[in-house]
């Protein structure tokens, strides 16, 4: 098993990344066994492999996740960096020994890698989103991800 230090899962966050089409606000998603999904493949700036999951249940539509995933090279797995959960399921921090029920956050840890744990296993409380398309705002806030505008000449001051 690989694991991935604070400073690479850092590093992969941070790294620049485009805003996919028709991500914000969500349109398009499919329905599959009692959620919508949709899933937008991402090459980083340097080049690095990403994914974005959005899956939201049809029943309960505080019942979402957003996912940002990097696609570990010549391993065929997606490493979760970060996952925006909505309120619909309690959680516990098994090493802090805490249990919350609300909006939380989702950040792979190296400690929680190395505890033998899944890599986004930590989480945190958050009032930042409330609903599946604030969570997807927060995602690109806290991602390194870029808007079209923030590339052009006016930003970069390249013509």
């Known amino acids: 098993m690989i694991i991935l230090s604070e400073v690479e899962i850092m590093a992969l966050i941070r790294e620049g990344k485009p805003i996919p089409e028709k991500l914000c606000p969500i349109r398009n998603m499919t329905d599959r066994h009692q959620h919508r999904r949709k899933n937008f493949d991402i090459t980083g700036e340097s080049g690095s492999e990403f994914v974005i999951k959005v899956r939201q249940s049809t029943l309960n ?9 990097y696609k570990m090279p010549g391993l065929f797995r997606v490493f979760r960096l970060r996952r925006y959960n909505g309120k619909s399921h309690r959680h516990t921090n098994t090493l802090e020994k805490e249990t919350f029920y609300s909006f939380h956050f989702h950040s792979a840890t190296e400690r929680y890698q190395k505890a ?44």
């Open 61 to 69: 539509i505080l019942d979402f996740s957003v996912i940002l995933g």
């Open 116 to 159: 033998g744990f899944k890599e986004d296993h930590f989480a945190q409380t958050t009032k930042r989103y409330g609903d599946l398309n604030s969570a997807i705002q927060c995602l690109l806030s806290d991602c390194g991800f870029r808007s079209p505008v923030e590339e052009g000449p006016l930003f970069t001051g390249k013509i």
